[in-house]
């Protein structure tokens, strides 16, 4: 069965600092992965996605994420936090179906 | 903006009432897929609809139901409203053949008091 876990409920960081949220996944074929963003009172929004090819994808607002096989991981970086990051992040996996980690919700601190 | 819509941003009804919550896919896109947002259960898939077509069903309850209809707007229905199912219910649109990038509305609140 597909699953996603997102290890992290809550991650503070310092405004400025590096930030990496970890997805593990597991899926019986070659995975299609995606990182959605939420601020509170929004919808998803499509940060970046990996179907194939670099294992090193990069997304909007400075996102890189990357995708390690023999890991069953896709985890989400940026070198310098803002605070407008502040929002929860959700791995996903899966083709049409898409099953959601439970969520990271990330703090940055001024 | 992902150009989805969803109407209405909020709903207040009572236990036991039945309703109806409406999305519009982006432009140009076939599929439609409903996912339910609650604090116990996160985001879990409903249904996707391809074309006016059912193609596959996740955890939906037998009290829900959806469809989506020839201009491509789909309505997802809700029945026999129990307190548990107030959640945040989104709809996603994608193209077929776009490796399944899915583009989410801002979601209808739904409370049941």
């Known amino acids: 069965a597909q699953s996603v876990t997102q290890p992290d409920i809550h991650i503070t960081v310092s405004e400025g600092a590096s930030l990496e949220l970890r997805c593990n996944y597991s899926?019986?074929?070659?995975?299609?992965l995606f990182w959605y963003v939420q601020s509170p009172g929004q919808g998803l929004q499509l940060l970046l996605k990996?179907?194939?090819?670099?294992?090193l994808v990069q997304g909007i607002k400075g996102f890189e994420a990357e995708f390690k096989r023999s890991q069953s991981s896709f985890n989400l970086r940026k070198p310098s936090v803002h605070w407008s990051d502040a929002a929860e992040y959700f791995c996903?996996?899966?083709?049409?179906?898409?099953?959601f980690g439970a969520g990271t919700i990330l703090r940055v601190k001024s | 903006d992902s150009g989805v819509t969803q109407t209405p941003k909020h709903l207040i009804t009572a236990t036991g009432q039945r309703v109806t919550l409406r999305c519009s896919p982006r432009s140009g896109d076939l599929s439609v897929y409903w996912y339910q947002q609650s604090l116990d259960q996160g985001l879990q898939f409903l249904i996707h609809?391809?074309?006016?077509?059912?193609?596959a069903k996740g955890n939906i309850l037998e009290r829900f139901s959806a469809q989506q209809f020839p201009d491509l707007h789909s309505e997802l229905n809700l029945s026999s409203l129990e307190l548990g199912d107030s959640a945040l219910y989104f709809c996603?649109?994608?193209?077929?053949?776009?490796?399944?990038?899915?583009?989410f509305g801002p979601g209808t609140r739904l409370t049941v008091l």
């Open positions: 996903a996996v899966g083709v049409n179906k898409l099953v």
């Open positions: 609809y391809y074309n006016g077509e059912e193609r």
């Open positions: 899926y019986g074929a070659t995975p299609y």
């Open positions: 990996y179907f194939s090819g670099d294992t």
């Open positions: 996603a649109s994608s193209a077929l053949g776009a490796y399944n990038e899915q583009f």
